[in-house]
């Protein structure tokens, strides 16, 4: 029983095997190069451009990953006074005592 079993599955193998080289038939050609380095003639690309404009491409992307950088920050550091105000109202107001005196001395001499 189990010879017979195993008879199956070398044959299924073998199918499966046969459909493989079908579906891809690397066996028929050399790969010299990989598919993707493989370039059509009408197209000339040179080194430097390619260099430049891959340059250019960071530099974009770390210039909007920095704006996206100070964004975050500001909002953080907004959070943390908003915070900070709610849990220590006393604080809050410390920098606006002599702001209040100035503008109540400013309405007693108009």
Do not use: C
Not at 60 to 78: A, C, F, K
């Amino acid at each position: 029983m189990k010879k017979f079993l195993f008879n199956i599955h070398e044959m299924v193998w073998w199918f499966v095997s046969e459909i493989e080289d079908w579906l891809y038939p690397y066996r028929d050609r050399e790969v010299t190069q990989p598919l993707w380095a493989e370039r059509s003639d009408d197209v000339d690309v040179d080194e430097a451009s390619y260099l430049k404009s891959q340059i250019t491409a960071n530099n974009d992307r770390i210039e909007r990953l920095q704006n996206e950088m100070i964004y975050v920050t500001s909002q953080i550091n907004g959070i943390n006074t908003q915070l900070n105000n709610l849990n220590n109202p006393k604080q809050s107001d410390e920098g606006q005592e002599g702001s209040k005196i100035i503008v109540e001395e400013g309405e007693k001499t108009s």
